[in-house]
């Protein structure tokens, strides 16, 4: 089993949709947790981090359940722009930052 | 301030050639990264560096090895290369195990 699993998608929604992406990790002493964008196979982008409590930044929510062990990103009010490949990013305690596979995202109009 | 500079950007290799990838960061970071990615299959980690002097495997690290001489500078390097390692590497650094800053990218092809 991989250390960070996601859903590779692709998810193919409208523009306005609310759209929602999983990642799931394996390692119970896992600190810290990411989402980071990536367009066109270009260096990925840090888009937010994950907090316990759950944090929002405009349109984007992300949070944290550690009892299942799975992070989530949901976007709001989708945008054409909002177009890419979002990647979950766990850090091990051991100083490890590990990628999960990639969730692709296309927004249509 | 140039943050994560990787080099070279493009290569072709035979099966069998060498070569290092240079990382360099000047941003004071003591953590940084190789990552390999291919399509469908997200970024991976090939080895990654704590500090200065120390180095450790990550997810695939079979026929690659690593040196961090320079708090600096992290170099990658392929003794044997051969077409499995075709792919795009990603060099990245973080302060503090935290945020990655990432490089430009390598587009490597062994042929």
């Known amino acids: 089993r991989k250390e960070v699993e996601q859903d590779p998608g692709p998810f193919n929604v409208p523009e306005g949709a609310t759209v929602a992406f999983n990642c799931t990790y394996s390692?119970?002493?896992?600190?810290?947790f990411f989402w980071y964008r990536q367009d066109c196979r270009k260096e990925p982008k840090l888009l937010m981090s994950?907090?316990?409590s759950g944090n929002e930044d405009g349109r984007f929510t992300a949070q944290l359940n550690r009892a299942s062990q799975y992070i989530s990103l949901l976007i709001r009010d989708s945008k054409l722009s909002d177009s890419a490949t979002y990647l979950c990013?766990?850090?091990?305690?051991?100083?490890?930052?590990?990628f999960g596979q990639g969730t692709t995202l296309q927004v249509k109009p | 301030n140039a943050g994560v500079t990787q080099t070279p950007k493009f290569r072709v290799l035979k099966t069998g050639q060498s070569m290092t990838l240079l990382c360099a960061q000047d941003?004071?970071?003591?953590?940084m990264y190789w990552y390999r990615q291919d399509p469908g299959m997200g970024l991976r980690l090939i080895h990654y560096?704590?500090?200065?002097?120390?180095?450790a495997k990550g997810e695939v690290p079979d026929g690659y090895n690593v040196s961090r001489l320079k708090k600096q500078n992290f170099l990658l390097g392929l003794e044997s290369a051969a077409p499995s390692q075709t792919s795009v590497y990603f060099c990245?650094?973080?302060?503090?195990?935290?945020?990655?800053?990432f490089g430009s990218g390598t587009q490597l092809s062994v042929l």
């Open positions: 560096s704590v500090g200065e002097g120390t180095t």
């Open positions: 990245a650094s973080s302060p503090v195990n935290e945020k990655l800053f």
């Open positions: 990013v766990v850090n091990s305690n051991t100083g490890k930052l590990i």
């Open positions: 390692n119970s002493a896992s600190q810290s």
């Open positions: 941003m004071n970071h003591e953590y």
């Open positions: 994950v907090y316990s």
